[in-house]
């Protein structure tokens, strides 16, 4: 191995143990909070696309877990936040941490997949751009990344809350 591949090699190692680490303080912070909020739910920690990825879930069948997920997410996304917060406190660097629970960003994910690959799907047909309604960031990158799997190009436009999607001809 050369040099540059053995510092490559290590600091691959070291970014998935600062992910693991972060996983596992958003772990402790959301078993805190799971157990103020007398909620029963299992925390499962991963790493993906390279992120900490956390994930609260219920054998339960999660039904008390929606109070935490929210109307269209929006307590998720301020979990999310704080969890995030509690990163960086611990830490002192940036998290991009994602946050699931009950599976909700999993089936979000899967939905706006379906709806990026149809628009993408229409403006191939048309020709003509195609807006999709405002979306939150991470919404808006799903649908992004559905549309570059078939070969298109999006973009967002407009500002924060009213920001949205248009997927281009290509």
Sequence with gaps: MTEGTTSAAAEGVDTLTRLEQEGEIAADYLEGLLDIA??????DMDVEADRAAVSIISDAGGRDLQKLVGRDGEVLEALQELTRLAVHRETGDRSRLMLDIAGYRAQKRAELSELGAK???????SGEPVKLKPMT???RKVVHDAVKAVGL?????GEEPQRFVVVLPA
């Design 38 to 43: 007398d909620l029963d739910g299992d925390i």
């Design 153 to 157: 190009r999006s973009e967002s436009e």
């Design 119 to 125: 628009a993408a799907a229409e403006v191939k047909s």
């Design 137 to 139: 960031p991470f919404e």
